[in-house]
């Protein structure tokens, strides 16, 4: 560790934002989420991919000493991620999306002080508003729902189940355990918050929503452009899907394997999951 990073106060917070061609979210992003945090958050770092619109010179205006703005010379996506958080030491670390839109006061503390709590929680979210008009709220809150549990722990009300991104923490002690977020050289958009999850989760560390914590996120149509390189990823994530779906209906189909999987629970029978 440096000297730099070795004179920091336990519980310090750095926090990546990436961005690319959302100047109107990212806006909203830093005045109501970002400026909203705690002193504990000491490091900003705002990397932009590439943008062509009015993202640059937003960024440029900024005036707060605890945010470094990088201007990417193209869009390496969420594999930035991996990139910024070398740029920082803290000893905690919060991946933001542009598309969060608003926060409480103080919600970095907030997250922090829940996670400190939580020593099997290598990945901890803030929850997301029931946003009709967002993608992730009504898949969260509607289409799954029956998928999340309501569980205290230490006194802490979590959201099990599955877990993503968008606003959420994890130690830099259990980043560099695993290696720290991977990069893709192949793709610019994919789910790097699924690939660190499953890396953490092969050390006996878990992912959650924090109940309590809510924040605004904006994403989808109805309020950005999807980008191309988005719109593949889903195309192909999809088909990889309905694949596997398919290979299980068959396998349902044969009765010592579809009695088996009741037992075991190998996977979920595709009737199921519908």
Request: hydrophobic fraction near 40%; charged fraction near 30%; include cysteine.
């Amino acid at each position: 560790m440096s000297v730099e990073a070795s004179e920091r106060a336990d519980g310090e917070v750095a926090i990546v934002v990436l961005t690319f061609n959302r100047a109107h979210l990212l806006e909203q992003c830093v005045e109501k989420v970002l400026l909203r945090t705690s002193p504990r958050t000491t490091e900003i770092v705002i990397w932009d991919n590439a943008s062509t619109d009015d993202t640059g010179a937003y960024l440029d205006s900024l005036d707060d000493e605890r945010i470094r703005v990088v201007h990417h010379d193209r869009n390496i996506g969420q594999s930035a991620y991996a990139r910024a958080f070398r740029l920082t030491v803290a000893p905690y670390m919060i991946e933001l999306d542009d598309d969060i839109i608003e926060a409480p006061p103080g919600w970095d503390a907030t997250l922090l002080d829940a996670f400190r709590r939580l020593p099997q929680i290598g990945f901890l979210a803030a929850n997301l508003v029931d946003n009709p008009l967002d993608t992730t709220a009504k898949v969260m809150h509607h289409t799954n729902a029956h998928l999340y549990s309501l569980e205290e722990v230490n006194g802490i009300l979590l959201r099990r189940g599955p877990t993503g991104g968008g606003c959420s923490m994890t130690s830099r002690d259990l980043h560099d355990r695993v290696g720290g977020f991977r990069e893709n050289p192949k793709q610019v958009f994919w789910l790097e918050d699924a690939a660190y999850i499953a890396d953490i989760e092969k050390l006996g560390f878990e992912a959650s929503y924090l109940d309590g914590l809510r924040v605004l996120h904006a994403g989808g149509p109805n309020y950005a452009a999807t980008t191309p390189e988005k719109e593949q990823f889903w195309r192909h994530y999809w088909k990889r899907v309905e694949r596997r779906s398919a290979v299980k209906r068959v396998l349902v189909r044969i009765p010592l394997v579809r009695r088996l999987n009741a037992r075991y629970e190998w996977f979920e029978a595709p009737e199921r999951s519908r």
